[in-house]
């Protein structure tokens, strides 16, 4: 079995693989970065559409952690929402305008265009068109191309973590605090699998939508990444709620994704005879 050794590996390659890797690379560490699919960019991040919050005109962060927690519906941990309606609009400015430079709309003023999406009391939502993703992965992966201490491999499938509770040869390592020391890697196109030892692993993969039969979810979203922490004695919590999108082109066996940002510009939902139906179930 081949084996490498890098500091910190990086399983997925979307926004938070990225921003692992980047950040770790410029604390002086070796990454290694993987991707199953055949491209670095391929990931949730590409396909994201509507924007990212950023802030609005005269937003706060209470503000924005107000309207979180009313779309959480009262189950969102409230440390992280604080935290991420503190440091969110800041790393966004910090990361994706200043650092990556990703290309944002402006508006005729060059002020950066700003629009609404659902559960926002404000207009907070920053975009690039309505490929947003797409625009960020872009200038995601060509930061983490400039950096030399970054490998990224491409056609790599995680199969399982390396843990002593699992793997080591000594028996009584499963009284041991839970330790992973990396992954077992399938590599496509050798049809073998690699050993990939690492001091941290990250897990970026992304979500499951695609365990079911009628998602909007990219290919690559079926959960392994999650499969592969419970495997190794991660605390999964609130499984229960699987990222969608109400909004979908029924189209064939794929569902194409109908901008959140539609509704945020009044977009209403109707049936056939005209009738907007969706009042019947919650007023916004």
């Not at 910090?94 to 003023?109: C, I, K, Q, S, Y």
């Not at 490929?131 to 201490?149: D, L």
Request: proline residues 4%; contains cysteine.
């Amino acid at each position: 079995m081949d084996r490498r050794e890098t500091d910190v590996l990086v399983v997925g390659s979307g926004l938070a693989g990225c921003a692992a890797a980047l950040m770790a690379a410029r604390g002086g560490a070796r990454v290694i970065m993987l991707n199953k699919a055949d491209r670095a960019e391929e990931s949730n991040t590409w396909h994201a559409q509507g924007g990212i919050i950023y802030r609005g005109v005269l937003d706060s962060p209470e503000q924005l952690a107000s309207d979180i927690m009313t779309a959480g519906a009262g189950v969102c941990d409230p440390a992280a929402v604080e935290l991420l309606s503190r440091e969110g609009p800041r790393l966004v400015k910090e990361l994706l305008l200043d650092d990556v430079g990703v290309p944002f709309d402006r508006a005729t003023d060059g002020q950066l265009d700003l629009t609404a999406e659902a559960a926002h009391s404000v207009a907070r939502i920053i975009h690039a068109e309505d490929m947003t993703g797409r625009s960020i992965e872009e200038s995601m992966i060509a930061a983490v191309r400039r950096e030399p201490g970054i490998t990224i491999l491409t056609g790599r499938t995680a199969i399982d973590l390396l843990t002593l509770s699992h793997h080591s040869r000594n028996p009584l390592d499963v009284y041991a605090p839970p330790t992973c020391v990396g992954a077992y890697v399938f590599d496509h196109a050798a049809q073998h699998v690699e050993l990939l030892m690492a001091k941290e692993t990250i897990l970026a993969t992304g979500g499951l939508g695609r365990i079911f039969l009628h998602t909007t979810n990219p290919a690559g979203a079926c959960g392994d990444g999650v499969a592969m922490a419970y495997r190794a004695g991660a605390r999964c919590i609130n499984m229960q709620f699987v990222q969608f999108h109400p909004t979908t082109l029924y189209h064939g066996s794929e569902r194409f994704l109908i901008s959140e940002a539609l509704r945020g510009e009044g977009a209403r939902l109707i049936d056939a005879a005209g009738h907007e139906f969706m009042l019947g179930y919650h007023p916004d």
